[in-house]
């Protein structure tokens, strides 16, 4: 299983970034499927999930601004990030459940910055 992640960049404090996370090996509508962020001296943390089944939670500082999806006809899942923050700044990692033991991704990195 791979995931590849693209999209991040570096935007001013305010804007928008849609992060995309194109998947191989496995089909995503099947999945439990996550979004992830790693900041600087910071643990790795969950930031949005959607289920199989289309339940979807958000870290408690993430929600309302944004919004996890997949497109399935693309195997992709999408994050996407408005209102962005410098406390959003990380890289950010797509994954199904841990508890496969898939390898990380190489990331995508989000820098929020005036």
């Known amino acids: 299983v791979e995931f590849v992640e693209s999209g991040g960049g570096l935007v001013q404090p305010g804007g928008s970034l849609r992060l995309s996370c194109s998947v191989r090996?496995?089909?995503?509508?099947?999945?439990?499927l996550a979004w992830y962020r790693q900041g600087p001296g910071m643990e790795r943390e969950l930031v949005a999930n959607?289920?199989?089944?289309?339940?979807?939670n958000y870290k408690e500082s993430t929600k309302g601004r944004f919004t996890i999806s997949r497109d399935n006809a693309k195997n992709t899942l999408y994050l996407q990030m408005n209102n962005l923050a410098p406390e959003d700044t990380a890289v950010y990692y797509c994954?199904?459940?841990?508890?496969?033991?898939?390898?990380w991704g190489q990331g995508t990195q989000v820098t929020v910055s005036s």
């Open positions: 994954s199904r459940a841990r508890s496969y033991g898939d390898s």
């Open positions: 959607l289920s199989s089944g289309g339940l979807i």
């Open positions: 090996g496995i089909t995503v509508s099947n999945y439990f």
